[in-house]
């Protein structure tokens, strides 16, 4: 894993000593190197640049915006801030993040010297930054994120304070190795031995270029370019590198999930499917008292839910899921009586509808809500939908179930931790544990929980 303090005490003796050779190239000959311009040059303290350790020009790769607010993620001494500030201009804020205490001071300093007020720099580490949700426009960084142990979490933290569509420029350095086996014949590379790996030279933390397309894909992001490779180099096995991509909305990568896992599997296999789903439709009949009631079954997916419904003669059914194969999956399945069925091909979180539902069925949308800004949104709608008199049936895994479902992580609820999202305005009045045994015959443990309007 990266050793922070060999990282601090690095950049620490470059905040101090920047005139003092490390091995690898700085300065303003760097910067100019890596195509910073000459008005930036002109318009940034002459001192700043001395601090340019830049492996790359993360301006290069896109256009940032007049008003926009930007993070630098490991900021240092603040050289890209204050580039940042120039192109944001007054209307725009500049927020810069370092892990060395002593980079944030230069950082401060330097933003100072330059005059400008609209800049905030912050001591934190990349996967924990005190930043609201979708605040941010562009995360720039530059040689930074290769130095952190888990990369999964750093991206997952930038879609996090990323708006909607907000885009990503960084430069970093990646493992340009022929293979695993090849770094250990390349005399200057450490990184097969434990004890030597320097992390803080940007070595032992580097990825290849298709390692890092994939981490970020996976992180909800669209449109991952490796747009070029940089001559900044730290070892035989490492180079410069510059990547691009765009935030895809969080409803936006559930339904290209889900519409590839109906398009590509039988939906009678996955580990969730309900041959007979008993629980829901007895609870379903518990807690209505007309045929003609609302029902609305949340991720419905191709389940045989709504077959049942409509043998045991309820005529009111709303299917909602965010994947239109699956729905088109139920309605080619259900075939004549298709047309007595209401579809709403929609993320839960920005459903709406005018209609009043008697009960509100979710068997398993809940606890893949990762975020409590969607978990927020959920019991919005959840709450508005519902009649007065309504009852909602929620299903997760439970405590003892797994921790991930269909490749995505998921969400684990008690009573307690459930009761803890719901808010004033609905009640918890139930909760059962029910094993779910899967079409290969092993066992999943889930929570329902029965709730009310307050």
């Not at 940089?230 to 990568?253: C, L, M, R």
């Not at 499917?273 to 609870?283: A, D, I, M, T, V």
């Not at 459930?418 to 305005?425: C, I, R, T, Y």
């Amino acid at each position: 894993m990266a050793d922070n303090k060999q990282i601090i005490e690095l950049y620490s003796e470059l905040a101090e000593n920047p005139e003092k050779d490390f091995g690898w190239e700085k300065g303003l000959e760097n910067a100019k190197a890596h195509g910073y311009t000459q008005e930036w040059i002109e318009a940034l303290p002459s001192k700043v640049w001395e601090y340019c350790a830049a492996v790359g020009n993360p301006f290069s790769v896109g256009d940032i915006p007049e008003g926009a607010t930007v993070l630098d993620l490991g900021c240092g001494a603040g050289v890209d801030v204050l580039v940042s500030r120039l192109l944001v201009g007054e209307s725009g804020k500049v927020i810069g993040v370092d892990i060395t205490p002593k980079m944030v001071e230069k950082a401060r300093e330097h933003a100072a010297l330059a005059g400008f007020s609209n800049i905030e720099i912050l001591e934190s580490s990349f996967d924990t930054i005190d930043i609201e949700d979708e605040s941010v426009d562009v995360v720039i960084s530059n040689g930074a994120i290769n130095l952190t142990s888990c990369k999964e979490s750093v991206f997952a933290e930038i879609y996090r304070v990323l708006k909607p569509n907000g885009k990503i420029y960084f430069a970093d350095m990646i493992d340009i190795s022929v293979d695993e086996g090849a770094c250990c014949a390349v005399e200057k590379s450490s990184c097969c031995d434990a004890e030597k790996e320097d992390w803080a030279n940007c070595v032992a933390g580097t990825l290849r270029q298709d390692e890092f397309i994939e981490i970020i894909k996976k992180a909800g992001f669209t449109d991952v370019v490796c747009t070029g490779l940089t001559h900044y180099s730290t070892a035989d096995t490492t180079q410069g590198a510059t990547f691009s991509a765009i935030k895809i909305p969080a409803e936006n990568v559930r339904k290209e999930h889900w519409n590839k896992i109906f398009e590509t599997k039988d939906y009678t296999q996955v580990l969730w499917h309900q041959n007979s789903p008993e629980f829901s439709l007895k609870k379903i009949k518990l807690h209505t008292e007309s045929k003609e009631d609302a029902i609305i079954d949340i991720g419905c997916g191709a389940s045989f839910l709504v077959d049942e419904l409509l043998k045991e003669g309820y005529s009111n059914i709303t299917l909602l899921d965010v994947s239109q194969t699956a729905l088109d999956i139920v309605t080619e399945r259900l075939g004549n009586t298709s047309d007595k069925i209401d579809y709403a091909c929609s993320d839960i979180t920005t459903f709406e509808t005018s209609k009043k539902y008697k009960f509100w069925h979710d068997r398993a949308v809940f606890h893949f809500l990762l975020d409590a800004k969607d978990r927020k949104k959920y019991f919005e709608v959840l709450y508005r939908s519902l009649e007065e008199s309504g009852t909602a049936l929620i299903g997760t895994f439970s405590e003892k179930g797994p921790l991930q479902c269909s490749g995505l992580d998921i969400v684990q609820y008690n009573e307690k931790k459930l009761k803890l999202e719901l808010g004033d305005n609905l009640k918890l009045v139930e909760s059962m544990e029910v094993i779910h045994t899967t079409p290969k015959e092993t066992e999943q443990s889930f929570r329902f929980f029965m709730i009310e309007k307050v």
